[in-house]
């Protein structure tokens, strides 16, 4: 079984395989030092081993706080995007439960909130998927920024509803609280969408990384042999490793295998929102029990 975990990532995961082969040309780029202990020229660019113990705590701790920042990011969006479930059932559940909405309003609010986490997964892809269409008698406006043009029709369904007397003002206020948490999800998604960890900060990174891999195995060399090579390939593997998977974490919303899975939360949510609307389609009204 663990053998089955250590190996079957490599086959599965195109990242971890980005990440072997470039642990592979590290590994072959060492074999020059290596080589050199062997030759005429082993006295010539000999560095102390020392360094590089000194230098990994550094480093070491550089990594940890690049990851752990690029973690956070993906959390967080993962926190919004579980709050989008709950908001949409919520927001179903009382619609269907506390309203008087004729079908028609009802059929356009469950079409709307349906077309939302597909339009806010897209707008953070910076994208437009040829399933999500809103017609002109909907949407009304060619809106630029979708999320927005679909809560705002939803806030006009409810106010026509209040004002023909349909929604009282307590249950007013209880779906105007689900409809802004939408769209504070949706800015929250946009700032980590938009505000990336800083540029100066990842290059920084980067150059520490290589700056360590590039002369670690003349550091090694001299004390391990031909071991420095399997040394440095794994050394190689994992510093490699932590610098490109937090790459692809911080950044959650795309299409890489380390991304959120939105579309799975997208079909999630239009079969909840689906199955509440029809199970109040088929059922009486509820009828309070007196006491």
């Known amino acids: 079984m663990l053998l089955k975990d250590l190996v079957k990532p490599f086959a599965s995961s195109r990242t971890l395989k980005y990440v072997a082969l470039l642990a ?29 113990a000194a230098f990994s705590l550094v480093l070491g701790a550089l990594l940890v706080f690049r990851t752990n920042t690029a973690y956070a990011r993906w959390w967080e969006a993962r926190t919004l995007w579980g709050g989008l479930v709950n908001a949409s059932r919520n927001f179903a559940i009382k619609v269907t439960t506390l309203t008087d909405l004729p079908a028609s309003d009802l059929a356009m609010i469950q079409r709307n909130m349906i077309a939302f986490p597909i339009a806010l997964r897209n707008h953070l892809r910076d994208g437009f998927d040829a399933i999500l269409h809103i017609d002109d008698e909907i949407s009304g406006v060619n809106w630029q920024h979708l999320p927005t043009g679909l809560v705002r029709e939803l806030y006009a369904v409810i106010a ?27 800015g929250g998604c946009e700032r980590i969408h938009r505000t990336r960890i800083v540029r100066s900060y ?50 959650p919303f795309g299409l890489d295998e380390d991304d959120l899975d939105l579309d799975g939360i997208c079909r999630k949510i239009r079969e909840s929102l689906e199955e509440i609307f029809d199970q109040h389609r088929r059922s009486e009204p509820v009828q309070l029990a007196e006491y």
């Open 24 to 52: 592979l040309a590290m590994g072959l780029y060492s074999c020059l030092a290596v080589w050199k202990e062997f030759s005429y020229y082993r006295d010539f660019g000999d560095m102390p081993s020392d360094i590089h």
């Open 160 to 186: 026509r509803g209040y004002a023909a007397r349909k929604i009282d003002g307590d249950v007013l206020r209880t779906l105007d609280n689900e409809l802004a948490r939408l769209m504070d999800i949706c």
């Open 202 to 251: 990842r290059v920084f990174a980067r150059q520490c990384v290589m700056l360590f891999l590039l002369t670690l195995p003349w550091g090694i060399a001299h004390d391990f042999g031909w071991w420095a090579i399997p040394i440095t390939t794994i050394i190689a593997y994992f510093m490699l490793g932590l610098e490109i998977v937090a790459e692809h974490v911080e950044e």
